[in-house]
């Protein structure tokens, strides 16, 4: 399906997103959609003939657990809502820990990346495909940016993207971005990965912004586009002209006069040039890695494997623990850094009183209280939490700024806050899962 020029559609910009010229379809997190009603905005889109897609952020289909049913559910009912031609999703884990380690549950709050190794494709495979089975339309899967590198990688990303869509048939949505922040990151060229890559199962293609700091490039969202992320696109260009490609922006949102500048970018972009033929030895046939040949494994002992390594990676970057052999202990610093930030940032929205009734105080508040517990439950229990924890240490010390705190928690939590037995329990379970 052509999809056309696109833009990420957001609450904060939708008035803007409607104004654009030009704009043929929009795409929406659909975590932050209802299942049953549309924000008006999408239903004017939708009136007028915007094609709206659901951008899915927490399967978690990289993770070493098949896809949660409800999880599913919840993404078929929005697609039949939308009347979607596909939905998307990430090749990426979100969560870790529970009862294939028998360690405590562990929420990412960010897209993390599965090592590219023939255990861990065997677990996203069937993952896709139990949630093909349970959609009503298409999936296509995203490539993530990444901060850090597995070690003992067995796979290129062209090639595991090429093994994964050869054995489920999932289509492909390809953020530039990330194959920017990749080669920044992680020296990976990204003209070798769309050589080695299926460019035909490509369903769409993403285009954001990001900044470089100390050598690091993160994929922020909340920045213009760069000339080396449009680079790359012209690059995909190059080799297929893409059904859809769509600007996203998450934070920071300009003026409309800006996006609508970054659209005509692309736009330019990808009128440019044509396609050519892929570089001589390039293409899946020529680079594909072969599987080592081997006794056969149990399915589950190879989840079970992929659940340690995923569990001990996200307990060193949310919770304290040793980092994993092989990691770069620095880049694992940095990633944690960025976990508690964007942890501190999206609690700030879904709560936005916190910040208004703690001030100035909040965000340093925030980071002590993350350092020390992990999330394992969903930003709106952690802003629960994160006021209860204070309560509890009768804090703030403003007595009016704890009242407003204490109403605020009351409101949304229970009638009072916990006895003496339940903030005991909890005192140990943070204690437990701190070593």
């Known amino acids: ?8 559609w957001r609450p904060e910009i939708a008035d803007a997103v409607e104004a654009l010229p030009g704009i043929d379809w929009v795409e929406a997190v659909a975590e932050n959609l209802c299942t049953d009603h549309l924000p008006d905005s999408l239903v004017r889109l939708r009136e007028r003939g915007v094609t709206v897609v659901p951008h899915g952020v927490s399967l978690g289909l990289g993770g070493a657990d098949r896809p949660d049913p409800g999880r599913l559910a919840d993404l078929a009912a929005r697609a039949e ?3 979607t031609p596909l939905v998307t999703e990430h090749i990426a884990f979100v969560r870790a820990g529970g009862a294939r380690t028998g360690s405590p549950a562990l929420e990412a709050g960010h897209l993390l990346p599965v090592p590219r190794t023939w255990a861990a494709l065997d677990v996203l495979c069937e993952n896709v495909r139990i949630a093909q089975d349970a959609l009503p339309v298409p999936l ?5 940016a990444a901060l850090i590198s597995w070690p003992g990688e067995e796979l290129t990303e062209g090639q595991f993207l090429a093994e994964l869509v050869e054995r489920t048939g999932v289509r492909l949505l390809i953020d530039v971005a990330n194959l920017h922040t990749n080669h920044v990151n992680r020296g990976e060229d990204p003209a070798t990965a769309l050589d080695e890559l299926p460019v035909e199962a490509i369903a769409y293609v993403h285009v954001a912004g990001g900044i470089e700091k100390d050598g690091v490039w993160h994929d922020t969202h909340a920045h213009p586009v760069t000339a080396p992320v449009l680079d790359v696109l012209a690059e995909l260009r190059s080799r297929v002209s893409p059904p859809g490609v769509l600007l996203e922006r998450d934070d920071d949102f300009p003026p409309a006069a800006e996006l609508a500048g970054e659209l ?3 736009r330019a972009t990808l009128g440019a040039g044509g396609t050519r033929p892929p570089r001589e030895g390039s293409g899946r046939s020529g680079t594909a890695s072969a599987r080592p040949a081997g006794p056969a494994v149990d399915p589950e ?11 001990a990676l996200l307990s060193a970057l949310v919770a304290g623990t040793p980092v994993p052999e092989g990691f770069d202990h620095r880049r694992l610093g940095v990633q944690s850094q960025a976990l508690a930030a964007k942890r501190a940032d999206v609690v700030a929205k879904v709560a936005p009183e916190l910040p208004e009734i703690l001030g100035s105080g909040y965000r340093e508040a925030f980071l002590a209280y993350a350092r020390r517990r992990p999330m ?5 229990r952690d802003a629960l939490d994160f006021a209860e924890h204070l309560l509890l240490a009768d804090r703030p010390e403003d007595d009016a700024a704890r009242r407003r705190l204490t109403y605020w928690w009351q409101d949304r939590a229970a009638p009072r806050p916990p006895g003496r037995a339940t903030r005991l329990a909890r005192a140990a379970r943070t204690v437990l899962v701190g070593r």
């Open 1 to 8: 399906m052509e999809l056309g020029i696109g833009i990420g």
């Open 81 to 83: 809502l939308l009347g």
């Open 140 to 144: 296509a899967l995203e490539n993530i």
């Open 264 to 266: 005509d970018a692309i």
């Open 301 to 311: 002992a190879v989840r079970d494997g992929v659940a340690v390594a995923q569990a």
């Open 376 to 380: 394992s439950a969903g930003y709106r």
